[in-house]
């Protein structure tokens, strides 16, 4: 499970850092994305790559502190799930938290030439039941 774990602090690592190569080499490259932002899904490498092009470009000077809390990880062999919160916060370059967000994140895992790889990623907040706006902070 300790490698499972360490895909966490790499995902984190990798989005403070903005650097999309590191953040890439989690996934499979055939995942399959449902992502709360935009696009119905994502599929492949490709896809995924340019959405995280996108998104680390459009920080400009800000970058983001993820958190992860409530992380469960259920391990089946070759195969794993995850489930976290994850909370997104902009911070600036003089480090003042600017803004932040919560989703719920489920991960479906593979192992596959000895390496831990995300083959699905679900992002999700509930919705308000009167307006149907999404909420993204608990």
Sequence with gaps: MD?????????????????VDAYI????????IFDMWEDWSSEGFAAWKQM???W????????VVVT???IRIQQHG?????????KFAAIS????????????????LQKKENTWKI???HTSGPAAFETGKVLLKK
């Design 68 to 70: 992860f809390e409530d």
């Design 56 to 63: 680390f470009s459009n920080l400009g000077s800000d970058r």
């Design 119 to 121: 083959v699905h990623q």
């Design 3 to 19: 490698e499972i774990e360490s895909l966490f602090e790499t995902y984190k690592n990798a989005v403070f850092q903005k650097d």
């Design 25 to 32: 080499a989690i996934y499979d490259e055939q995942v399959l």
């Design 78 to 86: 070759e195969s794993a799930s995850a489930t976290a919160f994850i």
């Design 52 to 54: 995280t092009q996108d």
């Design 93 to 108: 370059e003089n480090g003042e938290e600017l803004r932040y967000l919560q989703n719920r994140l489920t991960w479906v």
